[in-house]
């Protein structure tokens, strides 16, 4: 007796997704439109919705988080406190600096619909639409993808389906569908659940 395939993982299912998209899609297609629950500008059609998060590529407000000491006694009791001072400080002040250097830090998470206009955020810190025609350019990356604008700091967009999320931004933002590989495995890991 056979033993039973391992379920898809959600990985498995959007690079899955993707690659049929992204087929659709060359050969002339649109996404298929999908009611979202939110407000539609007009025109504008709903494509999809996932769980995702936005953090900006952006610096901290740095505060010097000086002390002193007040020593009392024999000079080498005072040098040594004055030393042990400027030591704490030292190192307080590189954690500081460290925590407030450029890095990317999480502006909102929840939910992402993706429409035909723009990337909307219902988050949990409130509600952020990012229109597609502010973006200048988009890259996939492990973490996610990376969107340019002309008038603010660099957006990670990450979410539970990157690949399907990468498929139709390109389409949406840079007019092209990029090519989705599905791995030989993947392929007949698939093709073995469509038979049980």
Known sequence: MASKPRPLSSEDHDILLAEQLAAHLRAGGQPAPQSLGIRMY???EGYGTVQGELHIYTGAQYVDPGSFFVAFGSPM??????????????????????AA??????????????????????????????????FQAAT??????VAHFADWPMVLISSTSPAWLWVILSKMVLGQVPEVTVSPELRDKARL????
């Open 101 to 134: 250097a450029h890095q990317w830090r999480l502006e909102n998470q929840g939910v992402l619909h993706v429409t035909s206009q723009r990337l909307a955020m219902q988050g949990v810190y409130g509600w952020l639409d990012l229109d597609y025609r502010h």
């Open 140 to 145: 996939p990356t492990e973490l996610g993808i």
């Open 77 to 98: 009791w005072m040098l040594g406190t004055l030393g042990a001072s400027a030591l704490m400080n030292s190192r307080r002040r590189s954690k500081a600096q460290a």
């Open 42 to 44: 007009d025109g504008e």
């Open 193 to 196: 659940q469509l038979e049980n």
